[in-house]
């Protein structure tokens, strides 16, 4: 007899993807490392920013050449704002080991 693994439910199957995009999404802007207090609002961002679509599928828009170019412009500032992020971690990291 075979050992048959439960199904998994929908609310499950969309857990998993959830969480592999989140993994895309911290790898993408080399956010693994953050401090766990701002881990969860990274991920809410990352969350809602995936549910718009706004980072996936700005390549697959028609629109008009002013509105791709706000577009892109939108799609710049997010990743800025993850490098300021980023780089205000490691300064908090810093001043925590500075005696």
């Known amino acids: ?24 999404f911290l790898d ?11 881990f969860e609002t990274i991920k809410e961002i990352a969350i809602d920013l995936a549910a718009s679509g706004f980072i996936t599928g700005l390549a697959s828009l ?10 892109r412009y939108q799609s710049v500032m997010i990743k800025q ?5 980023r780089k205000l971690d490691e300064l908090a990291r810093k001043a925590k080991n500075t005696p």
């Open 81 to 85: 704002n993850f490098i300021i992020i």
């Open 62 to 71: 028609t629109v008009p050449a002013h509105e791709s170019m706000k577009l």
């Open 28 to 38: 993408k802007y080399h956010l693994n490392n953050i401090d766990e207090k701002d």
């Open 1 to 24: 007899m075979r050992n048959r693994e439960p199904r998994k439910t929908r609310q499950e199957i969309q857990e998993e993807k959830d969480a592999i995009k989140l993994k895309e």
